[in-house]
């Protein structure tokens, strides 16, 4: 098959489902990270999301997956949502079930379809760069790989996970293309910046791009069970019986992550082809990244976010976010990050930016969730 | 005289008149610092000023000069200040003429009347000791001295004035007085080291005590137009003309620190005793000194003021006020200051807490009265 005739069969998915514990209290339950503006953009990270894939797709190849609660914020945001392309979950079950589902309905609706699966959260501002990378990922599916997308690092950083590439592949309309040797986790600095200067370590980006029925087949190899599952909704999913599968079939299915059910096992059956992208990319995974992002490589910079239009700072540096009218005055202190909400305020800075999840996760025990 | 008929000519004075700038935005105009509790004591600082000096003069003979706009928040706290003992300044005058008048209108009403003046916003948590120092200031006021309580340093503290004391003076009933040599402005860190190490410095705590007619005869050689307009006002003060008198007269009169006008004059003549007090004593002039004042000697201390129930802290020291209920988390921030108010939030550090009036001013510049 040519390529065009490979992206003519090119689906988008992105599964629109964590809150992003790291971002409380910004993100929460009601208002997760992808229903956000991180970036100042002036638009969320979900619709950021769509207008990268739009050009691709087009506005009818897009499904997105998300919660209940967040479908109405979901489709006010994407005007251009077609209604069978939304999927609901009734409860977060991980993204082997979200992107594995999406897979099955499309795979069923239409025999042959190459779906990427794209996270509703992440920042890269070069689109054109994510999508020449994209387009060479689904020539690798259309010849049969997993395909992911690694970016190329710029700094050893220890917030990503990262993807160790082998020997070049040769696959038509993916010149760029090697196997994915391993999956490493998070690295410290050390390790990170040895994985830098080996200059064949690439981010994990967390994107799939893979024929349908090849991805369903690998997840099966892993997670039969889950696997049938899935199948099970897809076969009821455009019928009447859909409610009644979801009720009786979606609880059980289990909750793990599309990392360990498909492409570690499809890295090491060799099925795992990688493109390098040499676009910007972030994960925005907490309060340091979004200093980060707004810093554009100045010292001492203070980057605001939101719209209160009264932040004074003198001799400060890190992240101010304030949507609330309050004045706020920040005097000399350093790498601070003051998340200021109606009923929660955060201040820490951006060296502890990670410990947040763990204040999310002591007030969960504590029962303050009227706050998460 | 014996120092029983002095006492009994005694008269408390409380100057409550600063807002507290630095510690903006909990001291206000509208809620000055006097107006607080911040010793965690259950009481405001004006009203253990009074609990302080009632024991030596009883209720009737405590008067209390303040603004306009805080005579109900004054009166409230203090029911049993008696109405003649209410001064209250149309607009703000500085020290000089705040306790000039009260020492011209109490001269007038009791001619020989002995006048103590003492800052509403000071914390002294050894009452008995602060009192038997008033005891011997009063001896000495009434052997013709003005006489101030200077306290004994218990570090190199580099937030106050201090007393270096001259010569001992034999006075009656105040065998630990010394003459004052000088008066020095706040040092910087290693000239107090020094002044710790002398031995004969001490810190200077603004309370003045004398007898009316020698502070008023001292404050008439700096400032004769501004004694003579206190003396018009003091002869007015019980008629009817007061309120024709105050509105001709107070306007003009010059804004100035007592200090200038009185203190250091006094010291160069020779006419400057001061007593030794061995108590406790903070203006609380910062929030470091909020958080000086609540850690106790503990490190790692986070001081929590207010009553906000929600205040999560992890590896965190310094000082929270809230009387908010929002949930305010801290992770691992050191020495930090957060000042949780309605309208404003003010982050910052215990090391840039003297930093904290060159917002309010800058504020004011910026014409945010609002929260002001």
Chains 1, 2 share one sequence.
């Not at 003198?314 to 309050?326: E, F, L, P, Q, Y």
């Not at 820490?348 to 410990?355: G, I, L, P, S, V």
Request: glycine share 10%; charged share 25%.
């Amino acid at each position: 098959m040519s390529d065009s005739s490979a992206l003519e069969r090119f689906y988008s998915v992105i599964p629109a489902g964590g809150i992003g514990s790291r971002l409380w209290p910004l993100s929460r339950a009601d208002a997760p990270k992808f229903l956000h503006d991180l970036t100042g953009a002036g638009k969320t990270l979900l619709r950021g999301t769509w207008d990268r894939l739009e050009p691709l797709n087009g506005d009818q190849r897009i499904m997105v997956v998300t919660g209940r609660a967040h479908r109405a914020a979901v489709e006010a945001q994407l005007p251009a949502l077609a209604d069978h392309n939304v999927v609901l979950e009734s409860e977060p079950k991980d993204s082997t079930a979200a992107i594995g589902l999406a897979a099955a309905i499309l795979e069923h609706r239409e025999p042959g379809v190459i779906i990427g699966s794209f996270a509703a959260d992440h920042v890269i501002t070069d689109a054109r760069g994510f999508r020449r990378a994209v387009v060479e990922a689904i020539a690798a599916a259309d010849a049969g790989y997993i395909a992911t997308i690694g970016i190329s690092p710029t700094d050893p950083a220890i917030g990503f996970g990262y993807i160790h590439c082998g020997g070049r592949l040769d696959i038509a309309g993916a010149p760029s293309a090697f196997a994915v040797d391993t999956f490493v986790e998070k690295p410290n600095l050390d390790v990170a910046r040895g994985y830098l200067a080996a200059g064949d370590y690439l981010w994990n980006g967390g994107m799939f791009i893979s024929r349908a029925d090849v991805l369903l087949k690998q997840l099966g190899e892993a997670e039969p069970e889950l696997l049938e599952g899935l199948l099970e909704l897809a076969a009821d999913w455009d019928t009447t019986r859909r409610g009644a599968t979801v009720d009786r079939v979606w609880p059980r299915l289990r909750k793990i992550a599309i990392d360990y059910t498909v492409a570690e096992p499809a890295a090491k059956a060799g099925r795992l082809a990688v493109i390098p992208g040499d676009f910007d990319w972030d994960d925005v995974g907490d309060f340091a990244a979004i200093g980060k992002l707004h810093s554009s490589g100045r010292a001492n910079n203070l980057a605001i976010l939101g719209d209160n239009p009264r932040i004074l700072s003198d001799a400060s540096t890190g992240v101010v976010i304030s949507h609330s009218k309050r004045l706020i005055s920040l005097i000399g202190v350093e790498d601070i990050v003051v998340v200021d909400t109606p009923d929660a305020l955060l201040v820490t800075t951006t060296a502890n930016a990670q410990r947040v999840k763990s204040v999310v996760d002591a007030l969960k025990l504590a029962g303050s969730g009227d706050v998460l």
